[in-house]
């Protein structure tokens, strides 16, 4: 296994259209985490999985988004109606329990 | 939401001097943890300091880990210009909750 990995690696997308990405994490890794990056700022938390369940969601989520991680291997993350501030990093990491995160090169979306 | 905080947003040094980063976070943690990012790149693990240790060494690497002030710092010891790069403090807090990223501090050093 080589690590967490992301697809697609870059998309743009008019406003208004759905999107959806993919994740997939280290396969001994229990937890999963998506995060959304700007420019010069830290990764922002959006939410993250312990094996199949979600077991939270930040409070700055809209409901244009959703996540599922299906048997608890993979994720995808799907944004609908795209709006230009969804332009972004999308990151995506595993970990064992609360240890050490590994995170994929993620995802830049830019919304047109 | 963010739960840490590095100080200074910004350092600038030259090449040996050290450099030192300042995380200070909100709630009771059971770990805290330094990442490092270069930019345009990802986000790659530098060290886990658990809540019961209060310092850690990893190479060049010196974290300390204050528990009574929610704070950690992070000492690069002999920099180089391949240190340049954005560094956050992460905490794993003990309601099990998720894996929250600070701001970080961009370290440059200059040969």
């Given at each position: 296994?080589?690590?967490?990995?992301?697809?697609?690696?870059?998309?743009i997308?008019?406003?208004?259209?759905?999107?959806?990405?993919?994740c997939?994490?280290?396969?001994?890794?229990?937890?999963?985490?998506?995060?959304?990056?700007?420019?010069?700022?830290?990764?922002?938390?959006?939410?993250?999985?312990?094996?199949?369940?979600?077991?939270?969601?930040?409070?700055?989520?809209?409901?244009?988004?959703?996540?599922?991680?299906?048997?608890?291997?993979?994720?995808?993350?799907e944004?609908?109606?795209?709006?230009?501030?969804?332009?972004?990093?999308?990151?995506?990491?595993?970990?064992?329990?609360?240890?050490?995160?590994f995170?994929?090169?993620?995802?830049?979306?830019?919304?047109? | 939401?963010?739960?840490?905080?590095e100080?200074?947003?910004?350092?600038?040094?030259?090449?040996?001097?050290?450099?030192?980063?300042?995380?200070?976070?909100?709630?009771?943690?059971?770990?805290?943890?330094?990442?490092?990012?270069?930019?345009?790149?990802?986000?790659?693990?530098?060290i886990?300091?658990?809540?019961?240790?209060?310092?850690?060494?990893?190479?060049?690497?010196?974290?300390?880990?204050?528990?009574?002030?929610?704070?950690?710092?992070?000492?690069?010891?002999?920099?180089?210009?391949?240190?340049?790069?954005?560094?956050?403090?992460?905490?794993?807090?003990?309601?099990?909750?998720?894996l929250?990223?600070?701001?970080?501090?961009?370290?440059?050093?200059s040969?």
């Open positions: 296994d080589t690590g967490v990995s992301q697809d697609p690696r870059h998309k997308t008019k406003r208004g259209q759905n999107v959806t990405f993919r997939d994490p280290i396969s001994e890794h229990n937890r999963l985490y998506w995060y959304r990056q700007t420019l010069g700022q830290g990764p922002e938390f959006l939410t993250y999985f312990q094996n199949e369940a979600q077991l939270e969601k930040s409070r700055l989520l809209s409901d244009r988004f959703s996540a599922e991680r299906p048997k608890g291997s993979f994720s995808t993350l944004i609908q109606r795209t709006e230009q501030g969804d332009s972004a990093m999308y990151l995506c990491a595993s970990s064992r329990g609360d240890s050490e995160a995170f994929g090169q993620g995802t830049r979306l830019t919304v047109v | 939401s963010q739960q840490g905080e100080d200074p947003q910004a350092l600038s040094i030259q090449e040996g001097e050290n450099a030192t980063m300042n995380c200070s976070y909100k709630t009771s943690i059971n770990n805290l943890q330094w990442y490092r990012q270069n930019s345009g790149r990802g986000l790659v693990h530098l886990l300091i658990r809540s019961n240790e209060r310092e850690k060494h990893s190479g060049r690497l010196r974290v300390t880990l204050d528990t009574s002030k929610k704070s950690s710092s992070l000492l690069i010891t002999a920099s180089r210009a391949a240190d340049t790069a954005s560094y956050f403090c992460a905490s794993a807090n003990q309601a099990g909750t998720a929250i990223f600070g701001k970080g501090t961009t370290l440059s050093v040969s």
